[in-house]
């Protein structure tokens, strides 16, 4: 635990992370030092390292924090004050200061101050001739950085949990780096943690503390307060004559509404009445000044001036955010774009008024989601027999975005074996023992083979397969087919070696749920495993990097059988019909498929978002993001393999789709190759940034190569027939070393 044995003291003073460094007492290359927070008479540094950083590498070892934060480091006198960095840190939880600094505080102040001037020095920026950091912007970090802190001494129920303030950060370090580097991440995480960033300042500023149990700003959630640039303020909640703001940002989803920012002018002196004239000066001002940053000022409709009068009281709905004086009559327009005063006490137009309030409205429009026209491409398919029964490579060029790698479709090759773990039988019939034992699970109910089957092509055909205690897992079982070719494995490729791989069903908790000790005592426990243990490596001896070797070269021989599209490129011109010609020719262009799905096994090893995170709500997976914090990674997914796929549904890393291609009785086609063709999510309503989400900075992005294909059910149902000339029956057993040298052999 990190926090813990908190005991509350709050003096009112700057709460702070900070500790001071001083040479030691008979010796000139040590320090001592003591880590605090200010404002409390106790906080526990079990836990907590200090060391020193030469360009982000550790240049002295960790030393431990004792409960008070006092520590001292060693042998310190070959390291430069000028470069070193000194870095407190647990976990998730790093703070840094100058070494240089005498004496030396390290806080959330230190840090941000460390990581603009890091970003101030950068050859890059400097080119493009970034200003120096403001003091408002390097308080703004601080406040960030300590609101992490703060969060958890303010809520000691959360102390073990994951702190929640980091969002999509990795640790405090890169929070601080993100923030003074990119604007929008600043601005994203002010506005996803307003009110406890507001907590944070005012402990940081010893000032009273304020109560988060209701909303700061109850109307934060539907009205955003922007400058006249069109920026979020910094805070929310203050009132107009403390923090102005030009306009708000409205949030609010109506029933057929389009789909668009829009930006209400706030100005209390419009409160006044207007005569026509006047209004339409008043607006053509807002549209020279780009108002908030837009030129689309102008009379709000009916239904957009309603919207801000509730239904049932008629009451002014947002008088925080629109501090204008009273209800009564403002200028609206009508169907036709005509200028009418509306009267919202009595709700109805009133025509006999000359002057009116006025409170403009900046309407954008988003984009549309992209289209293509579906038709059928003519081709001549005898024209495509002769072109691709020629060597592949004579065949027509693959359509290909620029700078694609691209390896042509090809027959597997031979399987690699790794050096430190050579092929032999021994060890595969112990893998498979071992892959196909329910003892290594928790409840002894499941194996490796619960999830992948032999007959259902080593899958299992769920969407999500249920872990030992009942539980589904959080993805699709990939069929582990081919998987000797993966250059790394898993969904989101967190590991790079199969023998990595096999130990992670074990120990994850949703799957068998054992720890690696209580593996090794089962696997010791069984009396067939000695003498297979023997056979495979020479002696009895159960480790776990033998096991990992045995079921690593167990999978390593399960691959294909040689399909119809194999045997057609071995030269049997008769293997692929017409139609599956059509659509290896589809596949390769018009259908945009070799941009991913390439080589051998129809994958180009990379990850894609492909527009199914479902990010930020209940089915939400950030994919490969967990791994690297990157936002290139948000919601990236492995480019599955596609030999076999015929067999292997349901698709995609949650299952979502059951099919490939059907067709139903009106002719239509569905299915996963029908929602490539309409370009899957991308610019679709929640799959892209709007309302508050566009001031998120990690919101997914679809992948360019996913574009709408314009593909007809004709094509469509070729693209299919080519998927089914891919796919073999089954491989029941592992391959025996001749096939896996040449898996092109028809066994």
Not at 446 to 464: E, V
Not at 603 to 629: I, W
Not at 635 to 646: E, K, M, N, T
């Amino acid at each position: 635990m990190l926090f813990r044995n908190i005991k509350h003291g709050v003096r009112g003073t700057l709460i702070s992370l900070f500790f001071l460094v001083m040479p030691a007492i008979g010796s000139a290359d040590s320090f001592m030092g003591r880590a605090s927070l200010e404002g409390y008479d106790s906080w526990d540094w079990s836990g907590f390292e200090a060391r020193i950083l030469i360009e982000d590498k550790p240049v002295s070892l960790p030393v431990p924090l004792i409960d008070d934060g006092s520590f001292e480091l060693h042998n310190l006198a070959h390291i430069p004050s000028d470069r070193g960095i000194v870095e407190v840190f647990s976990e998730r939880y790093i703070l840094r200061g100058r070494l240089s600094d005498q004496p030396i505080i390290v806080s959330p102040m230190s840090t941000a101050s460390l990581a603009l001037d890091i970003e101030a020095n950068s050859r890059l920026l400097d080119a493009r001739g970034v200003k120096p950091s403001s003091e408002a912007k390097l308080t703004a970090i601080a406040n960030a950085i300590h609101s992490v802190f703060y969060s958890q001494v303010a809520s000691p129920k959360k102390l073990e949990a994951s702190p929640i303030l980091l969002s999509r950060y990795s640790d405090t370090w890169s929070l601080a780096q993100h923030l003074s580097r990119y604007p929008q991440h600043l601005i994203g995480y002010q506005v996803k943690y307003h009110d406890e960033l507001a907590v944070s300042h005012h402990s940081m500023k010893g000032k009273h503390k304020l109560n988060i149990n209701t909303p700061l700003n109850i109307e934060q959630s539907l009205m955003l307060r922007l400058d006249s640039q069109g920026r979020p303020l910094r805070w929310q909640y203050l009132e107009f004559n403390e923090a102005p703001w030009a306009c708000v940002d409205y949030f609010e989803k109506r029933i057929r509404w389009p789909l668009g920012v829009r930006l209400w002018a706030v100005d209390p002196s419009l409160a006044s009445h207007y005569n026509l004239i006047q209004a339409g000066t008043n607006i053509d001002e807002l549209i020279r000044d780009n108002h908030c940053g837009n030129t689309n000022w102008r009379l709000p409709t009916v239904q957009e001036m309603m919207s801000l009068i509730d239904s049932d009281s008629g009451a002014w709905r947002f008088p925080l955010s629109l501090p204008v004086s009273g209800l009564g009559p403002y200028w609206v327009q009508g169907d036709q774009g005509e200028p009418q005063v509306l009267d919202l006490v009595t709700k109805e137009i009133n025509e006999s008024t000359e002057a009116a309030k006025l409170l403009p409205i900046a309407f954008t429009a988003d984009a549309p989601p992209p289209t293509a026209v579906r038709d059928t491409t003519p081709v001549n398919l005898v024209q495509l027999r002769n072109a691709y029964s020629q060597p592949s490579g004579k065949w027509p060029k693959a359509t290909l975005d620029e700078g694609v790698p691209f390896k042509e479709l090809a027959s597997l090759p031979p399987v690699a074996f790794p050096q430190n773990n050579p092929y032999s039988p021994e060890k595969v019939r112990l893998g498979k023992a071992l892959f196909f034992d329910k003892n290594l699970s928790k409840q002894r109910n499941i194996a490796c083979s619960s999830c992948h089957i032999p007959d259902q092509h080593w899958g299992d055909g769920r969407k999500l397969s249920p872990g030992t205690d009942g539980k589904n897992g959080r993805r699709n079982a990939m069929p582990i087919l081919n998987v000797a070719y993966n250059t790394s494995q898993f969904w989101d490729g967190r590991v790079g070696s199969l023998e990595e791989q096999s130990i992670h069903p074990i120990v994850d908790q949703l799957e068998m749920a054992l720890t690696l000790d209580e593996l090794l005592d089962r696997l010791k426990a069984d009396s067939q495993y000695p003498a297979l243990f023997a056979s495979a490596f020479g002696d009895s001896e159960i480790s776990l990097d033998r096991f990992k070797q045995a079921v690593a070269t167990f999978e390593r021989s399960l691959i294909s059988k040689p399909s119809d599209f194999d045997r057609f490129l071995s030269g049997d011109q008769q293997a692929m019909t017409d139609q599956q010609i059509w659509g290896l020719h589809l596949f390769r262009t018009k259908a945009r498929c070799a941009n991913c799905h390439s080589g051998p096994t129809l994958s180009d090893q990379s990850f894609r978002n492909t527009g199914l995170t479902y990010y930020g709500r209940r089915l939400e997976d950030v994919g490969r993001f967990t791994l690297d914090y990157r936002h290139e990674s948000m919601g990236a997914f492995r480019v599955p393999p596609l030999r076999d796929i015929a067999f292997t549904a349901p698709y995609m890393h949650n299952g979502v789709f059951p099919t490939l291609a059907t067709e139903t009785k009106s002719g239509a086609v569905v299915g996963v190759l029908a929602m490539y063709n309409a370009g899957m999510t991308k610019g679709r309503n929640a799959n892209y940034p709007q309302y508050a989400t566009k001031y998120d900075p990690f919101f997914p992005v679809v992948d360019d190569l996913i574009q709408p294909l314009g593909l007809s059910n004709e094509e469509l149902l070729a693209l299919d027939a080519f998927l089914k000339s891919v796919s073999a029956a089954s491989r029941l057993t592992p391959a025996s070393i001749d096939v896996l040298q040449n898996p092109s052999i028809e066994r």
